[in-house]
């Protein structure tokens, strides 16, 4: 099983379309967490959740909106896709102050 | 390990060889810190943590090294393997928990 599979692996799209990229951890974990890799691999926290509740919400454009239904799940709504949004999105999760899991990202391209 | 101007930090090592890469973090805070290895197109794999009342610890074929005086981590693999070629991160906890930041990574090229 995997432990945390998000949707989709790939997503191809045009600007100013809005899209939404799916999360899913089976290991029991209280935090979830999305990462934005960018061409130079860099990896940045764009937003934490701990228990539904929004803990980290790092300089991120209000174009992005997550949701957590409930602590298994975090979803990732982008609204209004620019060029600058191509990257890949990670999401992971873990118990407070212990190491994170990743899913296996999304390569989202926005043309 | 931090990044020079565009491209990331190349470690270029024979099969067999033992490897070292370095990192530095920023935060005196931090207390919790863990290696990540991330092959080609797959998120990062945990490989090794350490917390910062240790200095040391090892594990299968790697070692880290952690000097909290210089805000400095190492990661050592012994007899590194084709497959250990992948992109290597360094991680710090955020004080209150709930993230990591990441350092820039290296990239880990292991020829035969």
């Known amino acids: 099983d995997t432990a945390v599979s998000q949707t989709p692996k790939y997503l191809v799209t045009q600007m100013g379309n809005d899209k939404s990229i799916k999360c899913e951890q089976n290991l029991g974990h209280d935090t979830m967490y999305w990462y934005k890799q960018d061409s130079k691999k860099f990896l940045k926290i764009m937003f934490s959740y701990n228990n539904k509740e929004l803990i980290i919400n790092e300089t991120v454009p209000n174009r992005f909106s997550p949701k957590s239904p409930d602590k298994a799940h975090l979803n990732l709504h982008i609204n209004s896709l620019e060029l600058g949004d191509s990257a890949v999105y990670f999401c992971a999760s873990s118990s407070i102050g212990e190491k994170l899991f990743f899913g296996s990202g999304t390569q989202l391209s926005v043309l | 390990g931090e990044s020079v101007g565009l491209h990331l930090p190349t470690l270029s090592v024979q099969e067999g060889d033992n490897s070292i890469i370095n990192c530095a973090y920023s935060n005196s805070a931090s207390d919790y810190f863990i290696w990540y290895k991330q092959e080609s197109g797959k998120g990062p794999q945990f490989i090794i943590d350490?917390?910062?009342?240790?200095d040391k610890r090892q594990g299968q074929r790697v070692t880290v090294l952690l000097n909290k005086t210089v805000k400095h981590l190492s990661l050592q693999i012994a007899a590194t393997q084709p497959g250990d070629s992948a992109v290597y991160f360094c991680?710090?906890?955020?004080?209150?928990?709930?993230?990591?930041?990441f350092g820039k990574g290296t990239s880990l090229l292991v020829t035969p």
């Open positions: 991680a710090e906890n955020i004080p209150s928990g709930y993230a990591l930041n």
């Open positions: 350490i917390r910062s009342n240790m």
